[in-house]
């Protein structure tokens, strides 16, 4: 995997859950508008959330024992440069990665990581709350828990300019 991102010509990835339609456009005019020479991670960030002792994405202490997750951009749709990938995958390549259970807290964890532990210039952390966690808001740059159906819907509206939500399953 290390030779396949060290070889990469692109200067951004953006990871996205299948459930999630992206507009590419718009999330590349975003991009475009922030300093490219510096590290970007841009999403849906959590700032100063507090780990889930309890339920479905219950965290134990001896999982996470810090009070509070480090800043993380929520999973279903986010982008990274390419600087924040190759140092990843090299700290991976090394087994020099903490891992955890929660890809995005992850996520969030390895950009802090690389933040604290490189001499290039500090991260940009971007926050836009239209890379929607929780389904769709009209004018979007991500929906969530969309089916392919809504998916559908939402592509036929993007062909007519329009970017609003299509609120049936």
């Not at 202490?61 to 993380?72: D, K």
């Not at 769709?136 to 740059?141: A, E």
């Not at 969309?146 to 592509?155: E, F, G, V």
């Amino acid at each position: 995997m290390s030779v396949r991102v060290q070889n990469v010509t692109a200067e951004y990835i953006m990871k996205c859950d299948d459930d999630t339609f992206v507009r590419l456009d718009v999330v590349l005019q975003q991009v475009s508008t922030f300093n490219r020479t510096l590290p970007l991670y841009l999403g849906n960030l959590n700032l100063l959330h507090r780990p889930l002792r309890s339920g479905k994405w219950a965290v134990t202490f001896e999982e996470w024992p810090e009070l509070v997750y480090p800043p993380y951009a929520n999973g279903p749709g986010y982008v990274i440069s390419i600087n924040i990938a190759r140092d990843i995958v090299s700290r991976h390549a090394i087994q020099s990665l903490r891992l955890f259970k929660m890809e995005d807290v992850s996520m969030g964890m390895w950009v802090e990581d690389y933040n604290t532990t490189t001499i290039t210039a500090p991260v940009q952390y971007i926050h836009s709350w239209k890379f929607c966690q929780y389904g769709c808001v009209d004018n979007y740059f991500t929906a969530h828990y969309q089916s392919p159906r809504q998916m559908l819907c939402l592509w036929d509206k993007l062909s007519l300019g329009r970017a609003q939500c299509c609120n049936y399953r």
